[in-house]
C-alpha cells in the first residue's frame, strides 16, 4: 500500500517510523515533511491548510491511504476533500472534527452523551467576563481561574492562574482577537492523554500516556504544545483504561454517529483524574504530540493496516493490537524563545540518531540541517522500564546541538520516583 503523510512534526516523523516498519506499506510519502522524515518518506511541498492541494497530492502520487497528522488540514476539510476524490483518509470530517476545533461543540457532544467533563460558563463578550468568573466561583469556590479559547491554539488558549487579573486579561485578549472564550471550572489530580483509533463505531483504545504541558522543570512556567511525554504510566489504576472506554470514548463516538457526524480517525482524549472522578480536559481529533512519539513506539501490531481498516471501516474485524514491554520517553528540544517567537535559523548537530524525531527543522541549501520552529526535536528512547527508557532519552538528548536549546530535565521523573497519585473517589 502506498501510504502519504500529511504534516511536519515530530508527530508526522513518528508517524514515517512506524508506517516504515509495516510490510504492507510499499511507498511512503510525507508533505511536507521536515528534514528527518525525508530519510523515510518522499518529502512534497504542501500548503496543508489547503484541502484542495492536500486530495490533489493523494491523487497524483497516487495515495492508497493519507493520515493526517495535525489538527489544522482536518478543520479545514482536508480528510473530506481527500476521501471525495475515492481515496481512503485517517482522519475524521471537518464536522467531526468540531471536537477539537470548538471547544463549546465538544461540551454540548460530552452533555448529550453523559460524558463526565468540567463545567464551563461561555463567554458572549468583554462585559460578561467578570460574571462568568463570579458564577464559576459559586461553584467552585474561586481560584484557580481556567479561562480557555474556545478554538484552535495549539496548546496555548488556556491561562490556569490564580490571580484573578491574570484570568481577566487572558479572555480580554482572547476576545479581543475575535476569538470566543469559556471559563472553566478547575480540574486537580494527574493528567492522562488517551488515544484511541476508531472507525465511527469500533473503538481502539491505545496505552495512555501522559505528556509535560508547562515550559520548565517541575511544571512551572508557560503551557507550550508539550515538552516530552512518557508512557505507559505505572500509576495509572488497571482499570483506567476500560472505564475511560466506557463512560468516555464509546459514548462520544456514539454520539457523534448519532447525529449523522461520524468521527472516524484518532480520537485524543485529555483526562484529569480528579477527586471527584475522571474528567475530560479537552478532545482532539487526531494523535497527540508528543505522546506519539512514547505510543507508537511501544506498538507491535503494524500500523499502517490498523489505520486503513479504521478509514474503511472494518475495525470490528481487526485482531487486538499488541504491545512490546517496556516504556518510552521522548524529550522536547525547544528553540531558544519557545513557547513565544522561537529562534529559527540555528544549525542543529547531531540529530541523525535513532530516536531524535524531528519537529522544527529545515535543510539549509548546503544541506545542513536547522531550526525552522518552536520544538525542534523530539528526542525518544525505549527501555526495560521507565527509569531505563528516561537515562536512555536523556543521552540521546546529550548528544544533540543547538545553539540557546531549552530541555525539560525532569519528563518522567516524577513517575520513575512514585511521586504521582491518583487522588482517591
Ligand atoms: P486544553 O487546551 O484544553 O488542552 O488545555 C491545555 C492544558 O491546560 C491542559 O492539559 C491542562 O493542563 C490545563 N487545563 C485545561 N483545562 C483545565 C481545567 N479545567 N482545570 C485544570 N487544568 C486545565
Ligand atoms: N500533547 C498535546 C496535544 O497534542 O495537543
Redesign the pocket.
Known amino acids: 500500500m502506498r501510504v502519504l503523510v500529511i504534516g511536519s512534526g515530530a508527530r508526522e516523523h513518528a508517524l514515517c517510523v512506524a508506517l516504515s516498519a509495516d510490510p504492507a506499506v510499499l511507498a511512503l510519502a510525507c508533505a511536507p515533511g521536515n528534514a528527518g522524515t525525508r530519510s523515510l518518506a518522499e518529502p512534497f511541498p504542501l500548503d496543508v491548510t489547503d484541502p484542495v492541494a492536500v486530495a490533489g497530492l493523494a491523487r497524483e502520487w497516487r495515495a492508497d491511504l493519507v493520515v493526517i497528522g495535525p489538527e489544522v488540514p482536518l478543520v479545514a476539510g482536508a480528510a473530506d476533500a481527500v476521501r471525495d476524490a475515492g481515496i481512503a483518509c485517517f482522519g475524521p470530517s471537518a464536522q467531526a472534527a468540531r471536537l477539537e476545533g470548538s471547544?463549546s461543540f465538544a461540551k454540548g457532544v460530552m452533555a448529550a452523551a453523559g460524558v463526565p467533563t468540567?463545567r464551563?460558563w461561555p463567554v458572549g463578550g468583554r462585559a460578561e467576563l467578570e460574571t462568568a468568573l463570579d458564577e464559576a466561583a459559586q461553584h467552585t469556590g474561586g481560584a484557580?481561574w481556567?479561562v480557555?479559547?474556545d478554538g484552535l491554539?495549539a496548546?496555548?488558549?488556556?491561562l490556569?492562574t490564580d490571580d484573578r487579573a491574570a484570568a481577566v486579561a487572558h479572555g480580554r485578549a482572547v476576545l479581543d482577537a475575535g476569538g470566543a472564550v469559556l471559563v472553566?471550572?478547575?480540574?486537580?489530580g494527574p493528567?492522562v492523554s488517551l488515544f484511541a483509533v476508531t472507525d465511527g463505531r469500533t473503538v481502539l483504545p491505545l496505552l495512555p500516556a501522559q505528556?509535560a504541558?508547562?515550559r520548565d522543570d517541575g511544571d512551572a512556567g508557560p503551557?507550550t504544545g508539550g515538552m516530552g511525554a512518557y508512557a505507559p504510566l505505572p500509576w495509572a489504576p488497571a482499570e483506567l483504561v476500560d472505564e475511560v472506554l466506557a463512560t468516555v470514548l464509546q459514548p462520544t463516538v456514539d454520539e457523534m454517529a448519532r447525529r449523522d457526524e461520524a468521527f472516524a480517525g484518532l480520537l485524543y482524549a485529555?483526562l484529569?483524574l480528579t477527586s471527584r472522578g475522571v474528567?475530560v480536559?479537552?478532545f482532539?481529533a487526531r494523535f497527540g504530540d508528543p505522546e506519539t512519539q512514547v505510543v507508537l513506539p511501544l506498538l507491535e501490531t503494524p500500523l499502517a493496516g490498523l489505520l486503513q481498516a479504521a478509514a474503511t471501516g472494518v475495525l470490528a474485524a481487526h485482531p487486538p493490537l499488541r504491545w512490546r514491554d517496556g516504556a518510552a520517553v521522548t524529550v522536547v528540544v525547544a528553540a531558544a524563545g519557545y513557547p513565544g517567537a522561537p529562534r529559527t535559523g540555528d544549525p542543529v548537530t547531531g540529530a541523525d540518531g535513532e530516536g531524535v524525531l524531528h519537529a522544527g527543522t529545515a535543510l539549509a541549501p548546503d544541506g545542513t540541517v536547522v531550526s525552522a520552529g518552536g520544538r525542534v526535536l523530539a528526542v525518544t528512547a525505549t527501555g526495560s522500564d521507565l527509569a531505563a527508557a528516561r537515562r536512555a532519552a536523556y543521552e540521546r538528548v546529550a548528544g544533540v546541538r543547538l545553539a540557546g536549546a531549552h530541555w525539560r530535565t525532569d519528563i518522567a521523573l516524577a513517575a520513575v520516583e512514585r511521586r504521582i497519585a491518583v487522588p482517591a473517589l
Open positions: 471547544k468540567a464551563s484557580p481556567v480557555k479559547d491554539a496548546g496555548k488558549g488556556v490556569v472553566e471550572e478547575y480540574l486537580d493528567e505528556d504541558k508547562r503551557n485529555g484529569a474528567r480536559v479537552e482532539n
